[in-house]
């Protein structure tokens, strides 16, 4: 009995890590470093054991200067992505969930915050990203990024 609870377990983990790893390659096209079309700003994602970590930064006199720190993970069995801008809500990140309803592009979404509300992510091809930063009744702005 115990051989087969413990077979039962294994596999219902290798389940939920494969599932983990299929849904984190629906955002991997993101790896990389992006540049925003015709300004100095950049986004950059690196893929660590399963979880993308990423920043936008912004170029001064030959300077970096970082203005967001992101991440992308597997929470709760959903995808999240996370938020952390320098001396805003109060050090705390932000959170926005991936709506798997949105199939033409990757929709991150917190209904509660101010601004954004959404952050919308869509490939036009491997070098060239269309960013939506939308906020109440899909307001906002859009930006191209080209990979680098």
């Not at 993308?52 to 709760?76: A, N, P």
């Not at 036009?124 to 939308?134: A, E, S, Y």
Request: proline share 1%; hydrophobic share 35%; with cysteine.
């Amino acid at each position: 009995m115990n051989k087969i609870l413990i077979l039962s377990t294994v596999f219902f983990m290798m389940t939920q890590l494969c599932q983990a790893q299929q849904s984190i390659a629906q955002v991997e096209f993101l790896v990389g470093t992006w540049k925003m079309g015709g300004k100095e700003m950049y986004e950059q994602w690196e893929n660590t054991e399963g979880i993308l970590k990423g920043h936008s930064y912004k170029m001064v006199e030959g300077e970096k200067l970082t203005t967001e720190t992101l991440t992308i993970k597997i929470q709760e069995g959903r995808i999240v992505y996370e938020a952390l801008v320098p001396n805003q809500n109060n050090g705390q990140s932000i959170h926005f969930i991936l709506n798997a309803e949105v199939k033409d592009q990757l929709s991150f979404e917190n209904s509660n915050h101010d601004f954004p509300k959404k952050i919308q992510y869509k490939k036009i091809d491997d070098n060239k990203l269309l960013v939506n930063v939308l906020g109440k009744n899909d307001q906002g702005f859009s930006y191209y990024l080209y990979k680098q």
